[in-house]
RNA sequence: GCAGACGUAUCGAAGUGGUCAUAACGGGGCGCACUCGAAAUGCGUUUGCCCUCCGGGGCACGAGGGUUCGAAUCCCUCCGUCUGCGCCA
C-alpha cells in the first residue's frame, strides 16, 4: 500500500510502476484515488472548523456555569446554532470516502524496487544465483510419493478418507525426516542469531485483513465456525500481527525472528499433475523467517534472507536456483521478491521450495507498524522467507538424495536429528 | 464457562457531567545544577494520528454506539485484564 501523499504527489511515477506490471487497466485508479482524496480532505477541513466552533461554545457554557451564572448560559444555549447534523453527515460522508478511497489504495500496486527486471509473467523471471549440480542420475528416480512408500512411511489412501484430498500421514522414518528437517532449519537459524517463535495458529479476521487483500483470503483461510478465528495460511499472519498498531524502539532494530507453525490452505485453483503427493496440500509445516527493520536496512536483509534458504538447502545437498521474480509478476504488496528453487531429478528441472519478500513499508503502513526514532517515527520495512517447508521439501531431499539401491542418504548435518543414521534402506 | 472487580501517558494512580488531557500526585527515563566523581538534593523535560491558508484546528481516557449545548465521568454492545469457582493437556 501507498503512501496517499506520494501518489498525490508523484501520480506519473505511480502510473508508469503499473504499467511495468502490465497492469493497465489500474490506470484510472490513480487519478480516482487523487480525486478522492481532495474531497476527503476538504470535507475533514469543513467538519473540523464545525466542531472547533462546537467546542468553543460549549466551553463558554461551561465558564457561565462554573461562574454560577445560569441564566447568562441558557441565553448562550439558546444561541447554539447545531451544527450537529452538518458535521454528522460530514462525517459519514468521510467515513464512505476512506472506505473508497482504502479499497482502491489497496488496489494499485507498491513501487517496485528499481532494480526489479521487467516482465510480463513468470517466464521472464531471471536466474540469479544456481548452486550446486543439477545432476541427473542414471537410474529413474520415481515419484516422491513412490519412494515415500518403499520405505512405508506414507498412506494417502487413508488421509483421504478421513480429511478429504490433500492430507497425509506421514510414518516412520519419513515423518521422523520431516521433523528432522524442521529441527535442523530451527537450529540453522537460531545459529545465525534470528529468535526462535511460536506464534498462535489462529488469528482474528481484522489481522487477517491487515496482512492479506481479500481474494487471497478466500483463497486461502480457513474460518473457523461461529467463531472470529482463522487458521493461519502461514506464521506469517500471526508474526507480522503481532506489531499491528506498535511503536517499536530504534535501538531494538532489526528484528530477526525465525517462526514455527502449520500452515493450512484451501488451495482454491488448479491442480496439476506435477501437484499430486505431498506437493500441493492443505496442511503443511514450515519453519519460517522474518525480518522488521529501518528502511535503509532492508536492502541489505533481503539479499541476507534468500541466502540463509540456499545456505540450508546446500548444507542437505540439494542443488538450488534462485529466481528473480519479473515486475509482471511480483505480487502488489511487494517491492522485491525471489523464489528459491531445490532441483529435481526426476522431473529434470526446478521447482519452487521458498520465497523471499521485501514488502517495504506496505505492510506497515497497512498494520501501523512503526519505528521510534530519535526524530520521530517512521514506519518499518518488513520482509519475510521461507526456511524450510517440508512435506514439500522432503519431495527434493528424497529425490536428490535416493541411491540407485532404493537407499536414502542422510547429509551429515541431519544425522544427529535423525539417531545418528547416515541413510534409510527401504 | 459462571460470578465479582477493573481498563486514564513509560509504570503506579487521581479525576464520577463543564475552568480535566500532556492530563494532579508518586515512580522510572533523559537533560541541567551542586560534586574530584557518585549517591542524595534541586530545576527542567518525557503520547500518537489527521488536516493546514504554517496563524492554527481536529481526533484519541480499552473499542464502538447512545443521551447531552458539553462525556474519562451516565446508558448500551463488544474486547481485554485480575480474583474466585468450574473445566482441562
Not at 506519473?12 to 489500474?26: L, M, P, Y
Not at 500471526?238 to 517462526?259: A, C, H, K, N, Y
Request: aromatic residues 8%; proline residues 5%; charged residues 30%.
Amino acid at each position: 500500500m501507498l503512501d496517499i501523499k506520494f501518489v498525490r504527489e508523484n501520480p506519473d511515477a505511480v502510473k508508469e510502476n503499473i504499467k511495468k506490471k502490465f497492469q493497465d487497466e489500474k490506470l484510472p485508479l490513480v487519478d480516482e484515488a487523487i480525486e478522492l482524496d481532495a474531497k476527503k480532505r476538504a470535507n475533514q477541513q469543513e467538519s473540523d472548523e464545525l466542531k472547533a466552533q462546537k467546542n468553543k461554545t460549549a466551553k463558554e457554557i461551561g465558564a457561565l456555569m462554573a461562574a454560577g451564572k445560569r441564566e447568562e448560559a441558557e441565553e448562550v444555549k439558546k444561541k447554539v446554532k447545531d451544527n450537529g447534523e452538518r458535521i454528522a453527515a460530514l462525517d459519514r460522508e468521510n467515513a464512505e470516502l476512506s472506505e473508497k478511497l482504502t479499497k482502491i489504495m489497496y488496489t494499485i500496486p507498491q513501487m517496485i524496487d528499481p532494480s526489479v527486471p521487467i516482465g510480463k509473467d513468470d517466464s521472464e523471471n531471471v536466474e540469479i544465483q544456481k548452486y550446486g549440480e543439477p545432476v541427473v542420475p542414471d537410474f529413474e528416480i520415481p515419484y516422491h510419493t513412490k519412494i515415500m512408500e518403499s520405505f512405508a512411511g506414507i498412506d494417502m489412501e487413508a488421509a483421504g478418507r478421513v480429511a478429504g484430498n490433500g492430507f497425509y500421514y506421514l510414518l516412520g522414518d519419513i515423518a521422523r525426516l520431516h521433523s528432522a528437517v524442521l529441527s535442523y532449519a530451527r537450529d540453522f537459524m537460531i545459529d545465525r542469531g534470528f529468535t526462535y517463535v511460536i506464534p498462535p495458529f489462529m488469528i482474528h479476521g481484522n489481522v487477517v485483513e491487515g496482512v492479506m487483500s481479500f481474494p487471497e483470503m478466500d483463497a486461502m483461510m480457513y474460518k473457523i465456525e461461529g467463531e472470529d478465528l482463522y487458521l493461519i495460511g502461514t506464521s506469517e499472519h500471526s508474526m507480522i500481527g503481532r506489531f499491528i498498531d506498535s511503536q517499536l524502539p530504534e535501538q531494538d532494530m532489526p528484528l530477526t525472528l525465525t517462526s514455527y507453525s502449520p500452515c493450512f490452505r484451501k488451495e482454491k485453483g488448479a491442480h496439476g499433475l506435477e501437484e499430486r503427493g505431498v506437493y500441493r496440500i492443505h496442511q503443511f509445516e514450515k519453519q519460517e523467517m522474518i525480518v522488521v527493520c529501518k528502511p535503509e536496512d532492508s536492502p541489505f536483509w533481503y539479499d541476507k534472507l534468500w541466502q540463509n534458504t540456499v545456505d540450508l538447502f546446500r548444507s542437505l545437498d540439494i542443488p538450488v536456483r534462485t529466481l528473480e521474480c519479473c515486475s509482471g509478476d511480483l505480487a502488489d504488496l511487494k517491492c522485491k521478491s525471489c523464489d528459491v528453487e531445490a532441483w529435481s531429478p526426476r522431473q529434470k528441472k526446478y521447482f519452487e521450495v521458498g520465497s523471499c519478500s521485501n514488502l517495504g513499508d506496505a505492510q506497515a503502513r497497512r498494520l501501523k507498524i512503526r519505528i521510534k526514532g530519535e526524530n520521530g517515527n517512521y514506519l518499518a520495512h518488513t520482509l519475510n522467507n521461507t526456511v524450510v517447508a517440508p512435506p514439500r521439501m522432503l519431495i527434493a531431499f528424497l529425490e536428490n538424495n535416493l541411491k540407485a539401491d532404493g537407499s536414502v542418504s542422510i547429509p551429515e548435518v541431519l544425522r544427529p536429528y535423525m539417531g545418528g543414521k547416515d541413510k534409510l534402506i527401504p
